[in-house]
């Protein structure tokens, strides 16, 4: 099994940044891909940024792309997300997720494991 805990989020002011982890345990998760997905409120989750378990491909949403970065320290058994130029519209609940397949998706019905999930909250 494994556990998976997100922190680092909270209230930032649009334009600012916020560095999103997600700390594995239970065993490594150097074989699977990781993915951090959204859900914000009376929405549905909707992918984020994904990364393979080589850590060789990355692939972000359209809103993502030239904002956040995904990362991960195999040695720490941690990904990460950096957000930059945070807007509004990136208000929600970021969860991560460990995907067995190893390659990264966009669905997130393809990651066997999740987080609790943390909040992120941008104002205008």
């Known amino acids: 099994q494994v ?9 930032v002011q649009a334009g600012g940044s916020l560095r999103l982890s997600c700390a594995a345990s239970g065993r490594t998760v150097n074989n699977y891909a990781m993915g951090w997905f959204r ?16 850590g060789g491909s990355r692939r972000y949403t359209d809103s993502a792309k030239g904002r956040f970065t995904i990362s991960r320290d195999n040695a720490r058994n941690t990904v ?45």
């Open 80 to 124: 990460y997300l950096q957000m930059n130029n945070l807007k509004p519209e990136d208000t929600a609940v970021y969860y991560c997720g460990a995907d067995p397949w190893g390659l990264g998706s966009a669905q997130d019905h393809e990651y066997d494991y999740w987080g609790q999930g943390t909040p992120v909250t941008v104002s205008s």
């Open 3 to 11: 556990q998976l805990a997100e922190s680092g989020g909270g209230l």
């Open 39 to 54: 859900q914000a409120p009376g929405k549905e989750r909707e992918f984020v940024a994904a990364l393979s378990w080589s």
